[in-house]
């Protein structure tokens, strides 16, 4: 077991730290970067195709109508929701073993956001009209329709969208001074002095700031519940074999909180070790974050369970059908693989041996994550290939590389996107781990070494 | 249409269900395919190709899913024990139900889709966004979606064929979604006409393409309204109703000698089309 955050450590020593994150990152920041940007070329080229050419090049069909891009966007949507757990409920909770991490799991939840929108565009058929889908005032009066859970989707995601950007900026205020303050000339001290909206610590300041952090971070929760729970009802509210279940809400809420927090678990791990942040993001933390994320497997596992349940003791004969399929038809290898990458090794997080090591939690991580984003692809390709009507039964559909290579390039635009901010602005929230580390030596019945500015 | 206007109609601008309070008061667009009688033999299926544009995609293409035929004949086959030769094939054709509380209107983001006073459900190419949801929740899979721009860049209409295009029907490009539309054109031109001499449409006035040329007359297309349409004394004999989800052949003392089903009635979809159960096979 690894040291924590030591109590002693100076104020002006955490400036310090995070602020050299900003400056000379090891080199494999560069590498991971090239790579980043060498994934987006891969998407672009396919979308270009996909454009020119019609979405046919994707090899969806007449029947299969959705496929590897919206499979992708649940999967990019309940990533977001990490940002949320971590910061607002953490929050809440007052919990401050988050404080170090919750920056950078904020960012990811913008991030993720981002990426999921492109699928939306990249999957309609005429993405130049998308601008339909909003209710803008035109002369004809023609309104969106109210009534489908697409429209709801725009809304939850554009409103998400703009308070957990917010939410991340506000929070991050007080850490935009310090680097402000520290940096002399260019480009960044004038970035840094507009963002930081003459920030200087002030008792007042510091009241208006945390109730403002603290609405935001109410007002998040029911939203980030809401906008799975919507994207749910796109499923839940259709008639479709194995869609058409009242449990999808909590299951996929259930089901993003699970993803995002295995990936908060492997950009953790990078962080750590790209920016040097061994100090900070102790292994402590790390246990705490594990513990969590498996008890949200097993809520998640749970839950996955009621709606096999449901599906099995349900009298419609086609969903039950459709589920029998899934587990024995081709999709076989997939279901049972999300259900050992799901519900099975998540198990191994319940010892303390694993608990802490870094190496096998990062590959247990990305597995964690493969396995959801298999739950997402077995809710999406099943359900076309054994629906209400026999005509559509085709057992052998699969995405082309047009599909899986716009998918392969979202995340390099999602690590390209992260990747440039953790450089531009403080991946670790330096205020927050100074309360941190005065609370517990406080605690501990110690005074803190010496007393930084702020 | 202002926002009161929107909020005091809003039944008027959302038909979701049919009931009885709300009947249809002119016309009533519906259809009976007789089972017993279509033979297969697909002519329907190049009629309305022929009518409505739609276009001829190739092998590959077709082999691929990308077809776009709007009434396609399904085959189904009676295997049990019984070898290939003598297994009966029975043939079904398939096109949008027009169903009345249609589940693909209720989905699209944009309200492309939509239930006409006709109780056609129609689609609006100009509106269509492409996201194919209407598709994912239509039971049927009855919409079909240009996944190319197929009159610009695939040969579909080769020389001499353009020239039989029909000048009252649109041709799609890419990213729309389309499906039968009960021959709309010719119902607005009968309506016209009809309305012009200040009557309604007889039957048989307007036939839809697949109805017209269907050798065996299996397809009978009129208004339900009129009592004097021969569909709608079709409905009356088998005892099918628009608004039931489980019709007398399922329930009634005498089903025996019914025919007359909707398909997938349980979803409560209320098609506008009611087949005739073939009999060959139980004759036997
Ligand atoms: S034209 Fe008539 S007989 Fe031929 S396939 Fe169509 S419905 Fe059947
Ligand atoms: S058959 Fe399909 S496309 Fe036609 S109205 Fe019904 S749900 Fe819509």
Redesign the pocket.
């Known amino acids: 077991m690894g040291k924590d955050i030591r109590e002693d450590i100076a104020w002006a020593q955490i400036n310090k730290d995070v602020l050299k994150s900003l400056e000379s990152p090891r080199r494999m920041y560069w590498v991971i970067l090239f790579i980043a940007i060498a994934m987006i070329g891969v998407a672009v080229g396919s979308e270009i195709y996909q454009y020119q050419a019609g979405m046919g090049v994707s090899n969806k069909n007449n029947s299969h109508v959705w496929g590897l891009y919206i499979a992708t966007f649940i999967f990019w949507i309940g990533m977001s929701h990490s940002g949320t757990l971590l910061s607002a409920i953490l929050h809440l909770m007052h919990a401050d073993w988050r404080k170090p991490i919750y920056r950078f799991a904020e960012a990811m939840t913008t991030f993720s956001l981002m990426t999921a929108g492109l699928f939306v565009l990249v999957h309609l058929g005429r993405l130049w009209m998308v601008y339909y889908v909003m209710p803008y005032p035109n002369e004809r009066w023609v309104w969106p329709n109210f009534q489908s859970p697409l429209v709801w989707d725009m809304f939850a995601i554009a409103t998400y969208l703009s308070s957990s950007v917010l939410f991340l900026y506000v929070g991050m205020i007080p850490d935009l001074a310090i680097c402000r303050d520290n940096i002399h000339a260019g480009w960044r001290k004038k970035l840094y002095t507009v963002m930081s909206l003459g920030w200087e610590g002030t008792d007042r300041q510091w009241r208006n700031f945390r109730i403002t952090y603290l609405t935001i971070a109410c007002f998040l929760i029911p939203l980030a519940v809401s906008v799975h729970s919507i994207v749910a009802s796109d499923f839940a509210m259709s008639n479709m074999p194995g869609w058409h279940v009242t449990s999808f809400p909590p299951y996929f809420v259930a089901g993003a909180l699970y993803s995002g927090c295995a990936a908060i678990i492997t950009l953790f791990i990078i962080l750590r070790y790209v920016f040097k942040f061994e100090e900070y993001m102790t292994l402590p933390i790390m246990k705490k974050l594990v513990r969590l994320t498996f008890a949200i497997a097993m809520v998640w596992t749970y839950l996955n369970l009621i709606e096999f349940a449901s599906v099995w003791y349900g009298h419609d004969q086609t969903a039950k059908d459709q589920l029998i399929f899934k587990a024995t038809g081709p999709y076989a290898p997939f279901f049972w693989a999300m259900i050992f990458f799901g519900s099975i090794l998540p198990l191994m997080l319940a010892f303390k041996r694993f608990q802490t090591h870094l190496p096998i939690l990062f590959v247990v991580s990305i597995l964690l994550n493969v396995g959801m984003w298999l739950e997402r692809w077995m809710i999406i390709a099943p359900s076309f290939a054994h629906g209400h009507y026999p005509w559509t039964w085709d057992h052998d559909q699969w995405p082309s590389l047009v599909q899986w290579g716009i998918v392969f390039g979202s995340f390099g635009w999602f690590t390209l996107l992260f990747m440039v901010f953790c450089k531009v602005f403080p991946s670790v929230s330096m205020y927050e781990v100074k309360e941190m580390v005065y609370h517990r030596s406080l605690a501990m019945k110690h005074k803190p070494a010496v007393k930084g500015e702020y | 249409m202002s926002i009161t206007n929107l909020l005091e109609n809003w039944s008027d601008f959302r038909q979701q269900h049919p009931s009885d309070d709300r009947p249809h008061r002119e016309y009533k667009w519906a259809m009976s395919i007789d089972l017993d009688a279509c033979t297969g033999c697909n002519a329907c299926s190049v009629a309305c190709y022929a009518e409505n544009n739609l276009p001829v995609v190739g092998k590959e293409k077709f082999a691929h899913g990308h077809s776009h035929h709007w009434i396609r004949i399904e085959r189904y086959w009676d295997n049990d024990g019984r070898e290939f030769a003598d297994q009966g094939a029975q043939f079904l054709p398939m096109?949008?139900?027009?169903?009345e509380a249609?589940?693909?209107?209720t989905v699209c983001p944009v309200g492309a889709?939509n239930h006409t006073a006709d109780g056609l459900?129609s689609q609006v190419y100009n509106r269509c966004v492409g996201s194919r949801y209407?598709?994912a929740?239509?039971?049927?899979?009855?919409?079909y979606f240009n996944w190319y721009d197929y009159p610009t860049t695939d040969n579909v209409w080769p020389e001499p064929m353009n020239q039989q295009l029909n000048p009252d029907v649109t041709v799609r490009g890419k990213g729309v979604m389309e499906?039968?539309t009960f021959c709309v054109q010719r119902l607005t031109v009968a309506k016209s006409d009809a309305r012009s001499e200040g009557r309604s449409v007889l039957d048989g006035e307007v036939q839809t393409a697949c109805q017209q040329v269907c050798p065996t007359g299996a397809i009978s297309f009129g208004n339900l309204v009129d009592p004097l349409a021969k569909v709608g004394k079709q409905w009356m004999t088998q005892q099918v109703e628009l608004n039931k989800d489980k019709q007398a052949k399922d329930t009634a003392e005498e089903a025996a000698k019914l025919r007359g089903y909707r398909i997938l009635e349980e979803l409560r979809?209320y098609?506008s089309v009611m087949y005739l159960e073939q009999l060959r096979e139980s004759a036997i």
Do not use: G, I, S, V
């Open positions: 096109l949008c139900q027009h169903c249609a589940p693909c209107e889709t459900n209407c598709n929740n239509c039971p049927y899979k009855a919409r499906k039968c979809t098609p």
